[in-house]
Structure formats: C-alpha cells, structure tokens
C-alpha cells in the first residue's frame, strides 16, 4: 500500500510544521551549496514571511508555474520530484524555442518582445541584449548561468 503525504496549501501568514518543511525543501534545493544557489538561506522558524514567499517564487519561475507565491500542490510535486535534482536551466539563444523561452518572453518587456510565443527570434533577442545591457552583464542575446539569475530576481520582484 502506498501512502500519498497531502501537503496543505501555504501562503503568506502561514505558520507551523508544514511551513518548516517546505523552507527544508527549499534550502536544499536553492540555497547557497557548494555548487552554488539562488536565494539566501531561508531560516527554518516555520513562519510563511515575504523571505519564503520570494523564495517560493524563485522556485515557481525554475519549475515553469505560476509564479504565485503560494506554495499549493503543484509546488509541491515540483519541489518534491526535483529535491535530489540539480537541475541547469537551458543555454538559449535565437532559434531556441519551448516553454523556457516563453518564461523568458513573460520576464522581459512586454514591448520589446511582443507576444510570447516561445519562439526565441530577433525581437525576443534584442530584448535579451537591452535586458542584458541594463543589468550589467555580457550583452550578447544569449541567455546563460548570469542572465538567468538576473531573470530569476526580476521574475521574484514582478510579482511582489
């Protein structure tokens, strides 16, 4: 018999064992490690504050969700299946194409973009370069390890 673990849904204002779980999760999935992380360590106190809520987010935006802030079931599963994982997000440049480039597309300015459509094209290249440009780093339309770390904050800042 197998047994399925329910975990409830948690949000800002959460608080107690399972709230202490998901930071678990989420430090050893995100935080600094020896081969490197993207949010602070989280301090595992089982309070939902706006520092587990951005972290939540980060990880949204990595598993290609919504990036609610709300931990509910499929953060979860997500967090979950990739907690063993270390995972690299794709190296994508002009022809790239796939639900990564419509993060991207989504992060950027909708102006400069257009629609996202997933198609990684010149004008989803040239938003790259000024986003690039703007943030200080190599502007060469290629999104790598930098660009995406830079994207992930941004992604986390959007929706605060």
Do not use: C
Not at 29 to 38: I, K, S, T, Y
Not at 57 to 82: K, N
Not at 96 to 106: D, E, F, K, L, T
């Amino acid at each position: 018999m197998q047994t399925t673990i329910v975990y409830p849904t948690l949000q800002i204002g959460s608080r107690g064992p399972a709230v202490i779980d998901l930071q678990r999760l989420l430090n050893d999935r995100f935080a600094p490690n020896p081969v490197g992380g993207v949010i602070n360590r989280l301090d595992e106190d089982g309070f939902y504050g706006p520092k587990t809520e951005d972290a939540v987010r980060i990880a949204q935006f990595r598993y290609l969700l919504p990036q609610d802030g709300i931990a509910g079931p499929l953060t979860w599963a997500s967090l979950q299946a990739h907690a063993a994982q270390i995972d690299e997000l794709p190296l994508l440049r002009r022809g790239s194409r796939g639900a990564y480039v419509v993060v991207i597309q989504n992060t950027l300015d909708p102006a400069q973009v257009g629609p996202a459509d997933g198609d990684f094209g010149l004008r989803t290249e040239a938003a790259v370069k000024a986003f690039q440009a703007a943030s200080k780093i190599v502007s060469d339309g290629v999104v790598g390890a930098d660009t995406w770390t830079v994207l992930e904050g941004r992604a986390s800042a959007q929706l605060v």
